[in-house]
């Protein structure tokens, strides 16, 4: 079994285990521990993964914050506990999947495989035509857009990434084929 | 709308994984007698949109966000399965790369969104397209959406129900369906709307792609 697919499993394992555990010095241990390991980049993973919960986690919090100020009972047990464990879950999440290579951790499967890499290819396509629209627009315009004008910029980006994917994933499929992954069962 | 990790309980995840592991082993089976040199292109692009559309989160009263999927057009395209397994790998990379969604959500984001929402999709579809296809298109992207949302509604609201300490205060997501209902459920009537939009926009485009010759 190669490295990553070890790593993609003790990831797996470490979060069902830390979905059991309910007290919030666990999940404080666990935050240490990855902004430990992370060294120099510790704080920048900790700023992401803040960010990819903070509007989730900040909704029910404050939701539930509310609900206990109109019920008059303390709400900061759960609070702690909540959010302690939503952001282990996620810094951890951050830190592993700089270590393991995900399109080697799931090649069991050549469907699986397949799919990864078409769907991660495509998106970096989509991601850098994006921006390339995006700043062109802004090289264009001193205003921001219009809802129609941002309308029109969509559709004239969907035209031009399928022109774009198009060739690329092409290639990729023409690859495979030539590869046998048509040929025979998984 | 996408759940992060955290607040879904192990009684309701495992269980969840036992089920879409069933599908995505069914799904990579299909999938295969699907894919070919002509499909493969549209639906690698799709794909990508899906996973651009599904990174924007938008926030909603009671701690939930919402996304346009594209899981309507997808399934419509390719059929329930490919658009099932395309949307979890899609599910996959923004929990595991991106932190959008979690690793314990998975199974309930894939099988709400990709697997009753892309059915819900087909069905409503299939049911007026004899009718006036302009409009069981924008359906089918409405119901997609809808469906996948009360599914959602359900299992947050189920959380507290079952994971508890000993005080009774929750372990997970904190409240229940009388709250979880309007809260996910209205807003994405409303959002319902755009993906229908969506849907009967760009379904044509793509079918025009799907007949051309190469």
């Not at chain 2, 819900?120 to 992207?141: I, M, P, Q, T």
């Not at chain 2, 299992?155 to 507290?160: K, R, T």
């Amino acid at each position: 079994m190669s490295r990553d697919r070890l790593l993609l499993m003790g990831y797996l394992l470490l979060v069902l285990l830390m979905t059991t555990w309910h007290q919030p010095w666990l999940h404080a241990g666990v935050i240490g521990g990855c902004l430990l390991l992370a060294g120099d980049r510790g704080l920048r993973l900790a700023g992401k993964a803040l960010l990819a919960v903070v509007l989730f986690s900040g909704g029910v919090s404050l939701g539930y914050w509310l609900f206990a100020w109109w019920q008059g009972f303390s709400p900061w047990e759960y609070l702690l506990r909540l959010n302690l464990r939503v952001f282990s879950l996620t810094l951890l999440t951050f830190w592993l999947m700089q270590r393991i290579n995900l399109f080697r951790a799931l090649d069991f499967s050549p469907g699986l495989s397949y799919l990864l890499i078409i769907a991660s290819g495509q998106v970096q396509t989509l991601r850098g035509l994006y921006r390339d629209f995006r700043l062109a627009w802004r090289s264009r315009e001193l205003n921001p857009p219009t809802l129609a004008q941002q309308q029109q910029q969509v559709g004239a980006l969907g035209l031009c990434l399928l022109d774009k994917s198009l060739a690329r994933s092409r290639e990729i499929s023409l690859a495979m084929r030539s590869r046998g992954f048509f040929d025979g069962p998984d | 709308m996408h759940i992060p990790d955290g607040f879904i309980a192990p009684q309701v995840y495992l269980p969840l994984y036992a089920v879409a592991g069933g599908c995505w082993a069914y799904a990579l089976r299909r999938v295969r007698r699907v894919l070919d040199e002509d499909t493969i292109p549209l639906l690698a692009l799709l794909t990508a949109f899906t996973f651009v559309l599904g990174m924007v989160a938008l926030p909603l009263p009671g701690g939930t966000t919402a996304h346009a999927t594209g899981v309507a057009l997808l399934a419509l395209l390719f059929g329930v399965w490919t658009a099932f397994l395309a949307f979890s790998v899609v599910l996959l990379m923004q929990a595991l790369l991106f932190g959008d969604g979690g690793i314990t959500s998975l199974p309930l984001n894939a099988l709400a969104m990709g697997l009753a929402g892309g059915a819900a999709a087909v069905a409503g579809f299939r049911l007026l397209k004899n009718l006036r296809e302009k409009l069981a298109l924008f359906l089918a992207g409405w119901l997609a959406i809808n469906v996948a949302a009360l599914l959602m509604a359900l299992a947050l609201g189920l959380q507290p129900h079952v994971a508890r300490d000993a005080d009774g205060v929750p372990l997970f997501f904190p409240f229940g369906w009388q709250i979880t209902l309007p809260a996910v459920m209205l807003p994405h009537l409303l959002v319902g709307l755009a993906e229908g939009a969506l849907t009967l926009s760009l379904y044509r485009f793509a079918q025009g792609y799907l007949s051309r010759e190469p």
